[in-house]
């Protein structure tokens, strides 16, 4: 870790705390390489979540017109006050992003981009509550450890491929941009990381309800080896010919199982199953 910082964090009495994820990024190459992949350009409002010691806020201030970073330690508060020193286009807001009332927040914000590195157990509730929440985010540049950013990305057909895949695949395309290794990080963590790009597409699949997409989705991964005809009759309480009569309609093989549905198929698959219960 850069030398000053440790001596900041030294002076603050700062302890890093386990339960928070807390593990700093400090390299100054992989910081604007973040802010270059998450597309930040000149006029941008990001929001960063989990701003830990400043480091990526500070190089997103370099380049955006403004942050608003959340960050749920107020132990970091004197920290930050340093760190962020001389920046007047950040706001630090110390609370829990997973907490907050995004429709609110957005009134002040616009169009953002989004940039957070944080903890496995927050990624999957913030992407989930963003991209079921937000109106007005184009993106999503999130690190996680790399098994996560591979389910992210999955395509059908292999065993990343899950129920959370093809939630997310609704309304954002996902691409791996970035493999970070741990020793990038202070302290080190058990695992390597990659930095995962969510461009958030309006209609990018339609479907007649998406709370029946996810629920058709659910269904299908609810037993993994289980055929899609069996998760259907167990998750909607179909009779035996109702789940056969869904899968001819959508021309879907009696033995398939879900991760054989593209995202599209799904769509197909609740469109079809909203017309029979709706
Ligand atoms: N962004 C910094 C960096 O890259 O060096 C810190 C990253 S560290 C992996 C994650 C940060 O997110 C920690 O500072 C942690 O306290 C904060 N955090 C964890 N959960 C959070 C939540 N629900 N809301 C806001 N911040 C959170």
Do not use: W
Not at 66 to 83: C, G, H, N, S, Y
Not at 188 to 211: G, L, Q, Y
């Amino acid at each position: 870790m850069e030398n000053n910082l440790k001596s900041i964090l030294a002076e603050c009495g700062f302890g890093f705390k386990k339960k928070f994820g807390q593990n700093f990024i400090t390299d100054k190459n992989l910081l604007s390489s973040i802010v270059t992949l998450a597309g930040v350009e000149e006029g941008d409002t990001v929001i960063e979540i989990g701003c830990g010691a400043g480091t990526l806020t500070r190089t997103i201030s370099e380049k955006a017109e403004k942050v608003i970073a959340f960050e749920i330690d107020k132990d970091l508060q004197p920290v930050l006050a340093r760190t962020l020193a001389g920046r007047d286009n950040i706001q630090v807001i110390f609370r829990d992003f997973l907490e907050t009332d995004l429709t609110e927040l957005e009134k002040q914000t616009g169009k953002y981009k989004l940039v957070a590195n944080l903890p496995y157990y927050v990624t999957t509730p913030l992407i989930t509550k963003v991209l079921e929440q937000s109106g007005l985010c184009e993106s999503l540049t999130v690190m996680v450890q790399e098994e996560v950013a591979l389910r992210f990305c999955a395509k059908e057909n292999t065993s990343d491929y899950g129920a959370i895949t093809a939630v997310i695949a609704l309304r954002a395309n996902t691409e791996i941009v970035k493999k970070v290794p741990r020793t990038m990080f202070f302290p080190r963590p058990n695992v390597d990381s990659a930095v995962v790009k969510f461009t958030i597409e309006d209609n990018r699949i339609t479907v007649k309800d998406a709370e029946l997409y996810k629920k058709t989705v659910h269904a299908a991964f609810a037993a993994r080896r289980k055929t899609l005809e069996n998760n259907l009759v167990n998750g909607f309480k179909f009779s035996r010919e109702q789940a056969q009569s869904l899968l001819v309609e959508c021309g879907i093989a009696r033995t398939a199982r879900g991760e054989t549905l593209s995202p599209v198929k799904f769509a197909e698959l609740s469109d079809k199953i909203f017309g029979m219960i709706k």
